[in-house]
């Protein structure tokens, strides 16, 4: 693919969402403008929506001059000890991560609410409106059980699920941007490219904003993943080297591309390595070429005073 093929990118810079007095003392103003900033991305070209596990990986992505996040519930999952499932991570505990990231930047925050920590539509309705309630620009709803032996809800049941978490936000009026996850690749379903093909054109119809199936690889079924849902906006999840830059993914039409629990699994990564290497050889060698202990402490330094500056 020759850079002239390559669809136009939105500049992965904040959206001007100065925080003035008005929004410290009023933090509703603050997060209607991220939920406005958040709608605008998806309107054309294609960002990049990277997801920290905690608030110094937060803070750091913003730094960097990336225009959104999302959170990642395998990342902070793991960041407490504790596998990536509903039943491990509570309602109560997810909903208090997502308000901690969301408080602690100045951007739009997408919360991987996973399967809405229920199965009636009712309940998840419910659970979406405490979720509205922490800040959030957007939230994802997927479409995956739990239970091996019937990884994915019934479509009727799914297509319910999301048509309540639609009402539970437009009730709200916060403008929050629904995403509807068919979870087909991660379960392993036979014919996974049709059945989620079939899947979020069933979301899209029940009211989803976004639609999400994380899996594809191949650039034919990318493109027509985002051709199904065409003109709403197609969120790619991207956890390893697949071939494709950004440039590339956004020539094929997708308008977000996230990374999942992929940040968090690096740092895991080398952690885990130079551990194993310290334990069974008595090396060291994992910790060469680390960043700096100043680094790290001069850029939350740095961060600390400017939020502070900011307060005053």
């Known amino acids: 693919m020759t ?30 403008a991220r939920r406005q900033a958040f709608r ?28 959104a996040l999302a959170t990642t519930s395998a990342g902070f999952a793991f960041s407490r000890g504790l596998p ?11 909903l208090a991560h997502i308000a901690e990231i969301a408080a602690a930047v100045d951007l739009p925050v997408n919360a991987d609410f996973a399967s809405g920590y229920a199965v009636e ?8 409106a405490r979720c509205v309630e922490t800040g959030v620009a957007g939230l994802s709803i997927e479409d995956a059980t739990g239970d091996p032996a019937t990884p994915l809800y019934e479509l009727s049941l799914a297509v319910e699920r999301v048509g309540a978490a639609r009402e539970a936000i437009d009730r709200s009026g916060s403008g929050v941007l629904l995403t509807a996850r068919a979870e087909c690749y991660h379960v392993g ?26 899996g594809p690889q191949k650039p034919e079924e990318i493109k027509a993943l985002v051709d199904a849902v065409r003109p709403k906006p197609f969120n790619l ?13 956004a020539a094929l039409g997708v308008r977000r591309i ?10 895991w990564t080398a952690f885990m390595r130079a551990a194993q290497s310290l334990k069974t050889n008595g090396s060291f060698a994992g910790l060469a070429d680390l960043v700096s202990y100043a680094e790290v402490n001069e850029f ?3 961060d600390l005073n400017a939020r502070e500056a900011r307060e005053i």
């Open 300 to 302: 939350l330094a740095a």
């Open 237 to 249: 999840l991207v956890v390893r080297d697949i071939g494709l830059g950004v440039g590339d993914i």
């Open 84 to 94: 990536d499932s509903d039943v491990a991570v509570s309602l109560e505990r997810s």
């Open 3 to 32: 850079t002239q093929q390559r669809a136009p990118l939105v500049e992965v810079s904040t959206p001007t969402m100065e925080r003035t007095q008005d929004s410290i003392s009023n933090p509703g103003d603050a997060f209607r």
């Open 258 to 267: 996230s990374v999942g629990g992929a940040l968090a699994l690096a740092g």
């Open 40 to 67: 605008l991305l998806h309107e054309r070209g294609c960002f990049v929506i990277p997801n920290p596990w905690d608030v110094g990986s937060a803070r750091y992505l913003q730094h960097l001059g990336f225009a």
């Open 121 to 128: 539509p009712s309940d998840v309705a419910d659970n979406v």
């Open 189 to 214: 379903h036979p014919d996974a490219f049709r059945e989620s093909v079939r899947r979020l054109e069933a979301y899209a119809q029940a009211g989803a904003d976004v639609l999400f199936a994380p």
